[in-house]
C-alpha cells in the first residue's frame, strides 16, 4: 500500500500528467510523467488507471494491487528526481495474463525510460 502522502487523487494530477507529461510504454502498461523542476520538492504523488478492457472488477483490482506493490518499490529512485513529480500507471489490457515478474519488469523498464530523459 501506497502511503497517504504518495497518492494521486485529483482529477487535475491525472490529467496534468497524462497531457503534459512524458510517456513511455510496452505491452502491459503505460507510464506517464510530469515534473515541476520550479517547485519545491517534495513526494511524489503515483495514480494508478486500470480501465474496464483489463477485465472484471476482481482482475482490474488485483492488477491494480500488483502495480501498486511494485511501483513502492521505485519510489526511491524516483524522489530523486528534481522538483516534484506525478506518476500516473495506466495499465493495459495484457497486464491481467501477465504474471508478476514480467509486470515488475515492464513497469520497471518503462519507468527508467521517463525519468531518464
Given at each position: 500500500m501506497l502511503s497517504a502522502v504518495n497518492r494521486l487523487t485529483d482529477s487535475d494530477g491525472f490529467r496534468r500528467a497524462v497531457r503534459?507529461?512524458?510517456?513511455?510504454?510496452?505491452?502491459?502498461v503505460v507510464v506517464h510523467l510530469w515534473t515541476d523542476?520550479?517547485?519545491?520538492p517534495g513526494p511524489v504523488r503515483v495514480g494508478f488507471t486500470v480501465?474496464?478492457?483489463?477485465?472484471?472488477?476482481?482482475t482490474r483490482n488485483r492488477v491494480k494491487r500488483r502495480l501498486r506493490h511494485l511501483t513502492r518499490e521505485h519510489l526511491p529512485?524516483?524522489?530523486?528526481l528534481p522538483g516534484r513529480a506525478v506518476l500516473v500507471v495506466r495499465a493495459l489490457p495484457a497486464a491481467a495474463q501477465a504474471p508478476y515478474a514480467a509486470l515488475g519488469t515492464d513497469l520497471a523498464r518503462t519507468l527508467g525510460r521517463v525519468s531518464a530523459t
Open positions: 503534459s507529461g512524458r510517456r513511455s510504454g510496452c505491452s502491459t523542476p520550479d517547485a519545491a480501465s474496464k478492457a483489463v477485465g472484471n472488477a476482481a529512485a524516483l524522489e530523486e
